[in-house]
T-cell receptor, first 112, second 108 residues
């Protein structure tokens, strides 16, 4: 039973570029949430996808967008990268909303 | 005021000690509560859900006080492997809010 997987593991981008991060949920899960975690802080909620729609969004600008596919996998896109976007990006899946979430290993993004 | 606040830590305790973490939340409509642990440079892992009646899982006990809007985590007989950051999580309306975490180091 595969857990949550994310790709890539690490990524280095330049300011102003765009990035796409990918997530496959745990088998049987239909809901995907994305988080940004800066060093020394707790994860910050970006948004959640359920039934291919964004259900809830945290306090992140429109530069952060996402998508969920019919197979429940998801992408996080970030446009016009800023140095402050450097962080660990975590994907978590659950069966429905409001349930226990299981995290993937994360993608570590560095913006130079 | 932050939506979810935790003891700042760090907590440094000897093996075998009992340690307790508290967490307060600001949204009285919050629906679900969890504790996660996170090892250095790893993803958070679910430790336990927190139920209104309180719940126990081995050496770990979680409690919820809705009236005072806080949750707690008690770890008995601490092991070296318990060293990690413990994250309090509060869920409301499709929005999971994490505390900043409390770092625990258990020493021999």
């Amino acid at each position: 039973d595969a857990g949550v997987t994310q790709s890539p593991t690490h990524l280095i981008k330049t300011r102003g570029q765009q990035v796409t991060l990918r997530c496959s949920p745990k088998s049987g899960h239909d809901t995907v949430s994305w988080y940004q975690q800066a060093l020394g802080q707790g994860p910050q909620f970006i948004f959640q996808y359920y039934e291919e729609e964004e259900r809830q969004r945290g306090n992140f600008p429109d530069r952060f967008s996402g998508h969920q596919f019919p197979n429940y996998s998801s992408e996080l896109n970030v446009n016009a990268l800023l140095l402050g976007d450097s962080a660990l990006y975590l994907c978590a899946s659950s069966l429905g909303t409001g349930r226990e979430q299981y995290f993937g290993p994360g993608t570590r993004l560095t913006v130079t | 005021r932050k939506e979810v606040e935790q003891d700042p830590g760090p907590f440094n305790v000897p093996e075998g000690a009992t340690v307790a973490f508290n967490c307060t939340y600001s949204n009285s409509a919050s629906q679900s509560f969890f504790w996660y642990r996170q090892d250095c440079r790893k993803e958070p892992k679910l430790l336990m859900s927190v139920y209104s009646s309180g719940n126990e899982d081995g050496r770990f006990t979680a409690q919820l006080n809705r009236a005072s809007q806080y949750i707690s985590l008690l770890i008995r007989d601490s092991k070296l492997s318990d060293s990690a950051t413990y994250l309090c999580v509060v869920y409301n309306n499709n929005d999971m809010r994490f505390g900043a975490g409390t770092r625990l180091t258990v020493k021999p």
